[in-house]
């Protein structure tokens, strides 16, 4: 098991980052450069920065938040006017300010562990992760070394695990040549922000009193639960189309960061559309899809599949 793990790293004389990356099932040459738990700064979490030797790159891993709701808390914060690219923007306020404060010192770091590369093994390479909170600033964090310049000659890349909604459409779609969000299932949190909130709360009123919105009584909550009941799809999805436009109007909408990539369990990856992530989807597992477990799985089960899918095309 995980704390197994850690435990074997620590009686092997490993520090609290050995046994960080034990309870994650990291193996391999890898050297920790920091490791900072926690910050105890408002929306800035802790971190690892590290060098993996086997790999050639240098690796900066921002830590999440806890909880769901500690999530849910960190994602209800006002969009701030930003200047990124030239362009100017909006981003989730707290997550931008931390990433502000952080970007400098994980630079700093990051410099230090690509000098402990060996030349010639692979390229000159940062690769910045975190999941929820953490993949927020991390994507944040990429953005701003982009716009600084950082790392001359070197890439940087993000891949953000349930990332937060923290930049506008424009601007988080100028990411998506180094900033990949993977979003498992029907996650709350990459579309969860005040906007999506607002959203939800003016849904809900106008489900409850549908003609305070000029909507006859088929678009009550009532009317709307026994059509999914009875299975009427074509039904729903037109009442759908009738009540959408007039609640999801809220101002400040901000999206996930980059490209963002659909797992679902069983099924093969997709490339998601920014409106996907656009309003809350209301399910069973709309809290228990953001736990990291459920990410690693589905990681885990896409890689298994498209090896599989290699290895068979390749005796055909």
């Not at 991390?138 to 993000?158: I, K, S, T």
């Not at 979003?183 to 005040?194: T, Y």
Request: aromatic share 4%; net charge negative; with cysteine.
């Amino acid at each position: 098991s995980a704390a197994q793990r850690a435990s074997a790293a620590r009686q092997r004389g490993g520090g609290p980052a050995e046994a960080a990356l034990a309870c994650a099932g990291v193996d391999g040459n890898v050297e920790v450069i920091a490791f900072e738990q926690r910050t105890n700064e408002l929306f800035a979490p802790g971190y690892l920065v590290a060098v993996d030797h086997d790999h050639g790159v240098a690796i900066v891993a921002l830590r999440g938040t806890s909880s769901v709701s500690d999530a849910l808390s960190d994602l209800t914060c006002k969009p701030a006017s930003v200047q990124l690219g030239g362009h100017s923007g909006l981003a989730h306020d707290g997550m931008w300010r931390a990433a502000e404060r952080l970007e400098g010192k994980l630079a700093e770091l990051a410099e230090e562990a690509l000098g402990r590369l060996v030349a010639g093994v692979g390229a000159r390479r940062v690769i910045i992760t975190g999941h929820s909170l953490g993949a927020g600033v991390a994507a944040l964090v990429a953005a701003q070394w982009r716009d600084r310049g950082r790392f001359a000659g070197g890439a940087v890349e993000c891949v953000a695990f349930a990332c937060p909604q923290v930049l506008d459409a424009e601007l988080a779609q100028a990411q998506s040549n180094h900033t990949t969000t993977v979003i498992f299932g029907d996650d709350m949190v990459p579309r969860f922000s005040l906007a999506t909130a607002h959203d939800l709360r003016a849904a809900m009123l106008l489900l409850s009193d549908p003609a305070s919105g000029g909507l006859s009584a088929s678009f009550g909550a009532d009317a709307i639960l026994d059509l999914q009941t009875r299975g009427e799809e074509d039904t729903l999805a037109a009442a759908y189309d009738v009540v959408r436009p007039r609640v999801c109007t809220a101002e400040g909408r901000l999206f996930p960061s980059g490209r963002l990539v659909h797992l679902r369990q069983g099924e093969a990856p997709t490339l998601a559309a920014l409106d996907e992530v656009d309003e809350l989807h209301i399910s069973s597992d709309m809290a228990a899809a953001h736990m990291p477990r459920r990410y690693l799985l589905a990681v885990l089960d896409a890689s298994a599949a498209a090896a599989g899918a290699t290895d068979s095309g390749a005796t055909e």
